[in-house]
């Protein structure tokens, strides 16, 4: 399927290619794994450019408030948990409740009705706690990006976070085109074949985006070999292997990865000769420049071995500390080049469709990027009015 | 900031939607068009016997997105003073002078649960909070109080979208609302519950005073009040400060504290809204009653009788008809 939408405009060119892309406001971002928030102390995490107090309530519900008391802007995130479901600010005492409310100001008998500390809309989900930093009233729970991997009695698998310095468009750059594997993770699941092979890409209405990607007869690379062993001991031969990038808005992107033996029917469907797996990521926008990457790696197979969860995360682990350390750099080169801008290569048609996405969603909020005059584009391109 | 400008809001349909209820459906002109959130209202020029326009608020029950289109719903009142009169007139294509979206009820995102408390057409200030809270996952009842079923509007249409969330209590079917074992068991089994209550005066005081009665947070009680302007109307009195020497006259459209600020005095004050207790000042004596419009002072404060908010607060004639007089003291 292909995207129906009426494009009224053409989309400015530069524009989607922004080296430090914005975040939409009104959307999903996982701001926490469940377990780093608690009811015994709050959590600080700046999502969006917007620092909250994460805690649960005491029969378990997650709540993000804003952390700036309403008095004096002290962090409530500095301060405890206090009755049901209330925090109190470390400060002066005054409490306020799940909705922000407060509810008591030590010093005085009455509370002023008009204090108040912002809540956001919160849901827990695939393991995540999921926060809507923007307009409120816009949340819908259902438009939480599908990653029922996570918790799914079929899979298992296990992930931890990434304080990534770098603006979270990277991120997704990154796992859009994953011909990098050849040049960043030659020890564990590069190979040739990746720029070799063909890929497709197709793009939603609803801005999510699939990238294709099956390498036909090849060796299989270290971590593939492994793999395969854990599910077929003393495994020998050549592997079909695929790559299936779903991208979710904003910032949710699923790969189904896997190989399967050779000529065993993988790409027409029968995946029983093979191991697949499912690399979930999902970055929360931090600031402009830092981005929280939470990604796992879920499996389908051996299910109750722990050993393989742990190597697994650890083998993962150890392919995305490489990303970082490219990420970073990249970061840095990017800032050390104002003038310069960035080209696209055909392997970016998955990237550039998401930073379409992300772009018409900005324009739905009015918060369209303006590029700055530079030398590719010498017109600084106008606010498109529509989304 | 809501502008309380009057533009001409195109009429597009009207429907009888329960016995007295007629629903009108509002085209604003493009301009001032603005997206109506739950618990938003209009302010409507309706024309009176007299001929003398005069404002009402109507709440907003549903609108599109964009606010292009927005219903209010008006019961005819028998005792109606000519608003719901005026509006029950309308047809298609007429035009009815009204503000954009007004927001004095504002739901708040994130509490543990919501109550919302609805007698008759108070439904049309939570049916759009009822639909959102709904949406957004959170826990949620909406209990609506009405004689029968056919003088409830929107009861079908709501329980067909929020199923088993509405709870009808129907007096005419002998289920009648008893709001203080609601309460009650609000207290007992949730009292992290956010409440907001619309319905006639005697509802939301009988919620008021059973949710004192039981304990609940009063923050967490929420009514819609269209201006909250004191017991009294507001009369010029005079006010004292002797220990500056100040002896003024504050008028009606005037307040203590400006009153006394133009005699020279300097005074402390932050919100000038009767909420952060800032411009308090002891109370000497006063010729008068005393109308506290604030909400810093406590109720024993208020008993006491020795401080005023001199921000909102101010004295009316008492019934011996002396001229009223307030004379403070500094703190």
């Not at chain 2, 597009?12 to 997206?35: F, H, I, N, Q």
């Not at chain 2, 109550?115 to 439904?123: D, M, S, T």
């Not at chain 2, 800032?278 to 406590?298: E, F, I, Q, T």
């Amino acid at each position: 399927m292909t995207r129906r939408t009426t494009v009224t405009e053409l989309d400015v060119p530069g524009r989607v290619t922004a080296k430090i892309f914005p975040h939409p406001l009104n959307a999903w971002y996982a701001v926490a794994w469940d377990h780093e928030v608690t009811a015994k102390a709050p959590t600080a995490r700046t999502v969006a450019g917007r620092p909250l107090a994460l805690y649960r309530t005491q029969d378990g519900r997650p709540v993000a408030l804003d952390d700036a008391c309403w008095h004096r802007l002290a962090p409530l995130s500095l301060g405890k948990l206090v009755g049901r479901d209330g925090i109190q600010c470390p400060y002066h005492g005054l409490q306020y409740n799940a909705a922000g409310r407060c509810t008591a100001m030590p010093a005085q008998p009455t509370v002023n009705p008009s204090a108040l500390v912002t809540s956001h809309p919160v849901v827990e989900r695939h393991r995540y706690v999921w926060v809507w930093p923007g307009d409120p009233l816009l949340a819908d729970a259902a438009t939480i990006p599908d990653m029922h991997q996570m918790d799914s009695p079929e899979w298992a698998g296990d992930g931890l976070t990434i304080e990534a310095p770098c603006n979270y468009q990277l991120i997704l750059d990154n796992l859009m085109d994953l011909t990098h594997e050849e040049f960043v993770h030659g020890s564990s699941i590069g190979q040739a074949e990746l720029s070799e092979s063909e890929f497709t890409t197709r793009h939603e209405d609803d801005g999510s985006v699939t990238v294709t990607r099956w390498m036909r007869d090849v060796e299989p690379p270290p971590f593939w070999r492994k793999n395969m062993r854990d599910k077929f001991p003393g495994f020998e031969g050549r592997v079909d292997r695929w790559q299936i990038i779903h991208y979710y808005a904003p910032s949710t992107i699923c790969i189904d990865v896997g190989v399967a033996e050779a000529g065993t029917g993988a790409p027409e469907g029968d995946r029983s000769r093979g191991v697949n797996g499912y690399v979930m990521n999902t970055i929360t926008p931090e600031t402009d420049t830092t981005s929280h990457y939470f990604w796992a790696f879920m499996r389908n197979y051996r299910l109750d071995s722990q050993l393989i969860t742990t190597q697994l995360r650890e083998g993962v682990r150890g392919v995305f500390a490489e990303d970082e350390a490219m990420l970073v750099a990249q970061q840095r080169a990017i800032d050390a080049n104002p003038d310069k801008v960035f080209y696209s290569l055909t392997v970016d048609a998955g990237g550039m469709w998401v930073r379409r996405t992300l772009d018409r969603m900005l324009a739905a909020e009015g918060r369209a990027l303006t590029i700055p005059a530079s030398p590719a584009s010498p017109a600084t391109a106008p606010a498109r009015a529509t989304s | 900031m809501t502008s309380r400008t009057l533009h001409d809001a195109r009429v597009v349909e009207t429907t009888d939607v329960a016995v007295g209820a007629r629903r009108v459906v509002l085209e604003p002109p493009t301009g001032a068009r603005r997206r109506a959130d739950p618990g938003t209202h209009l302010d409507v020029r309706v024309e009176v016997p007299g001929g003398r326009p005069e404002i009402r608020s109507y709440s907003v029950v549903d609108s599109t997105p964009d606010g292009s289109r927005l219903a209010i719903t008006v019961l005819r009142s028998p005792t109606s003073r000519g608003g719901s009169a005026h509006v029950h007139r309308l047809r298609p294509g007429d035009v009815l002078r009204c503000t954009a979206p007004l927001q004095n009820f504002p739901v708040r995102i994130g509490a543990q649960r919501y109550l919302l408390l609805a007698g008759g057409v108070g439904i049309t200030a939570l049916a759009a909070t009822a639909r959102t809270l709904t949406r957004l996952g959170a826990d949620v009842d909406l209990v609506y109080a009405g004689r029968s079923r056919d003088r409830m509007p929107y009861l079908q249409d709501l329980q067909a979208e929020l199923g088993d969330r509405v709870h009808p209590a129907v007096s005419e079917e002998g289920d009648r609302l008893d709001v203080d074992a609601l309460i009650a068991r609000t207290a007992r089994e949730a009292p992290g519950t956010e409440a907001y209550v619309c319905g006639p005066l005697g509802l939301l005081d009988a919620v008021t005073r059973a949710w004192r009665r039981h304990g609940l947070p009063p923050t967490a009680l929420r009514y819609e009040t269209f201006g909250s302007s004191g017991r009294h109307s507001a009369q010029a009195f005079r006010v004292q400060l002797p220990a500056l020497g100040i002896e003024t006259v504050v008028e009606p459209g005037s307040t203590v504290l400006e009153s006394l600020q133009r005699s020279g005095a300097d005074l402390m004050y932050d919100c000038l809204k009767g909420e952060c207790g800032l411009c308090v000042l002891p109370v000497r004596h006063v010729d008068g009653l005393v109308d506290h419009r604030d909400v810093y002072l406590s109720e024993q404060q208020r008993e006491a009788a020795d401080s005023l908010c001199v921000c909102v607060s101010r004295v009316a004639a008492g019934p011996q008809g002396r001229e009223p007089l307030l004379v403070l003291d500094l703190p």
